[in-house]
């Protein structure tokens, strides 16, 4: 089947074809962006265990200090969340 459409269709067909391929190459960028995004987050996620695990091995005298923070920091994270289910 060949259309030969000349003048204002062929035109308006083609600016809509146009504007498709825009949109899918749109989509197809903020798919990629995604992945991109949360497979960085696993980087960093692997990397921050990693240096932790290397600084409690290369300095273990350091790690009564990391327990009090961490320990403080779940305290802080679990008063945080309390806090916000009694505003809302």
């Known amino acids: 089947m060949n259309l030969n459409l000349m003048g204002t269709p062929g ?22 962006a995604l992945a991109l995004a949360g497979t960085a987050l696993v980087v960093v996620g692997v990397l921050t265990l990693v ?14 200090v990391i327990v ?5 920091s779940v305290i802080v994270s679990a008063t945080r969340h309390s806090n916000r289910r009694k505003v809302a």
Request: zero cysteines; a neutral charge.
């Open 68 to 72: 009090l923070l961490v320990v403080l």
């Open 11 to 32: 035109l308006l067909l083609g600016a809509v074809g146009l504007f498709i391929g825009i949109a899918a190459a749109l989509f197809a960028l903020v798919v990629t």
């Open 51 to 64: 240096g932790l695990i290397l600084a409690a091995v290369a300095l273990p005298f350091l790690l009564p």
